[in-house]
């Protein structure tokens, strides 16, 4: 691979991003055509962190397959379990009691809100301010506390399980979420203030990496890539699930379509999260936090398939059972995955310096990528 | 449209359409050689407008492959499952990457993972494994006693 390093016959200038490099959060690599400065070419190379996560499932229990699944998007890790619950749930046709599913959709949006802020602060770094990094780690630190006190640990949290979650809420679970939406909202004006209004930064994002609204929908681009082109593709909204039907929050979409557009998009997702928390914390109800399910769960022959919104678009399971206790094949329709494959159509004859400013806007976590 | 006025336009597309139901979404069942004809209706015949291709994999039934495309509209919100049965010994397909651009990274990953050659695709090289990786890791009969490990 590194042998392609050099010029071509054109004269064009070959040069490796990655596999480590600070821009690229992760191991992924990019070969890049430049002729002057100006990008010909960008091609993905894949594979640095793939550990087959298709396959092991195929030899873990439906109980099992769940825990590895923390370990793709690690910034959704709730939101992954989510959907792979969700989704042995429907095979098995198990009914989640009420509880189980607002404290579900409660840590989805919190994991929703931790996932933007660390993409807020390592973007702001990306183009060179590092300041908001750490306004961003202070909020989101107070997240991962919240998270480490109910489920015990505070990445990977392997809390929802088919029927329900896995243990009772911390009881300091309301109180502390309550003091965060205090935090947040007191801070929230000081992104703005930051980031967004900054003059230099918005010479940086605007007009750049357009992506149209059909490309979009053509390169398969989910979450807040595509809303920021102004397609319609919240999960939540068309294919409700858990409680999500009975929340009130706005689908954000954007028209422009640029860098500027999907950075204002997570920027009013936090806000709509925020939203819906405050909906819903005063409100659990007492109950159950699990359905009651057989100590060894066998789904019926058949296909199942669940998506579900993570902080990064859709996130499809798709479960093939041959009526056994593992699945005969499984896949996970991952939406960097997707997302990253626009990225060369993004960027094509724009300059070197807006390929990180695109690259950021796309919010790639490598191993959701690699699998 | 529901699944009934959807099943009458397909059976006017493709008369030798074969369909199942009793799942989440509709399946049809295509032969390899109409396939290509097929989904390029789909996507733009008007009515049903299949936009976005949302999943595309690959199942190893040991006896032979079926790829497994999921079809969703925008602008209509149905949704259906295609899939095409292929020889194990040679699986072969037409590529769809020049109708859905996300297929391009998708078809790369199902060849590089099962072996799929897909006709016609641009740029069908191995996109996760290594280049000079032997065999295909996703397959049923795939041994690796190095990296492999049975549980």
């Not at chain 1, 070959?14 to 480590?20: A, D, E, K, L, R």
């Not at chain 1, 030899?59 to 959704?76: E, G, H, W």
């Not at chain 1, 939406?181 to 994002?205: A, C, D, H, P």
Request: one cysteine or more; hydrophobic letters at 40%.
């Amino acid at each position: 691979m590194f042998e392609e390093i050099g010029t071509t016959a054109e004269g064009d200038l070959i040069i490796n991003v990655g596999p480590q490099h600070p821009a690229t959060h992760g191991v992924l690599h990019l070969v890049i055509t430049l002729n002057g400065e100006t990008i010909r070419k960008v091609e993905p190379h894949l594979g640095y962190i793939h550990r087959s996560i298709e396959k092991m499932c195929e030899s873990l229990s439906y109980r099992q397959f769940i825990y590895v699944t923390s370990r793709m998007d690690y910034l959704s890790s709730h939101i992954n379990n989510h959907g792979c619950a969700l989704c042995v749930e429907k095979g098995l046709q198990v009914e989640v009691p009420q509880r189980a599913q607002f404290i579900r959709v409660i840590m989805d949006e919190l994991t929703r809100i931790a996932s933007h802020e660390l993409w807020w602060g390592a973007m702001a770094m990306d183009l060179g301010a590092f300041t908001p990094f750490f306004h961003a780690f202070r909020e989101r630190e107070t997240i991962t506390d919240i998270m480490e006190k109910t489920c015990g640990a505070r990445l990977t949290m392997n809390y929802m399980v088919p029927g329900g979650v896995m243990a009772e809420l911390h009881p300091d679970f309301q109180k502390d979420v309550k003091s965060f939406i205090q935090l947040y909202k007191s801070k929230f004006e000081e992104y703005n203030e930051l980031v967004t209004g900054n003059i230099i930064f918005q010479n940086r994002m605007k007009s750049v990496g357009i992506l149209s609204k059909e490309d979009a929908i053509s390169y398969g681009c989910t979450g807040p890539v595509a809303r920021g082109s102004g397609v319609h593709c919240d999960i939540r909204k068309l294919y409700p699930y858990d409680i999500y039907s009975t929340v009130v929050f706005d689908e954000i979409t954007e028209t422009a379509g640029d860098s500027y557009a999907r950075y204002l998009v997570r920027l009013r997702e936090m806000q709509q999260s925020i939203r819906i928390i405050e909906q819903l914390i005063d409100n659990i109800p007492a109950g159950d936090f699990q359905a009651k399910t057989k100590a060894v769960l066998k789904l019926p022959k058949g296909e199942f398939y669940q998506r579900v919104e993570t902080a990064r678009g859709e996130l499809g399971v798709y479960i093939v059972s041959e009526g056994g206790t593992t699945p005969y094949r499984i896949k996970f329709r991952s939406p960097g995955f997707s997302n990253l494959s626009a990225l060369e159509h993004m960027v094509k004859g724009l300059k070197i310096g807006d390929l990180i400013a695109s690259m950021g806007t796309l919010d790639l976590v490598i191993p959701d990528i690699d699998r | 449209m529901t699944n009934d006025e959807l099943k009458i336009k397909f059976a006017d597309l493709l008369p030798t359409v074969s369909f199942e139901e009793g799942g989440e979404w509709l399946n049809l069942f295509v032969s390899p050689e109409e396939f290509k004809s097929f989904v390029s209706q789909l996507r733009s015949t008007p009515g049903l407008d299949f936009d976005y291709l949302f999943c595309l994999t690959n199942v190893d039934w040991k006896t032979h492959f079926t790829m497994v495309y999921h079809f969703t509209s925008t602008i209509h919100r149905h949704n259906i499952v295609v899939k095409v049965k292929l020889d194990r010994n040679n699986p072969e397909i037409e590529t769809v990457s020049d109708i859905w651009r996300t297929a391009e990274m998708l078809e790369r990953e199902v060849y590089d993972l099962f072996g799929v050659k897909f006709l016609h695709h641009p740029d069908l090289r191995r996109l996760i494994m290594p280049d000079d990786w032997e065999g295909w890791p996703l397959r049923k009969d795939y041994e690796d006693p190095v990296n492999m490990i049975k549980l």
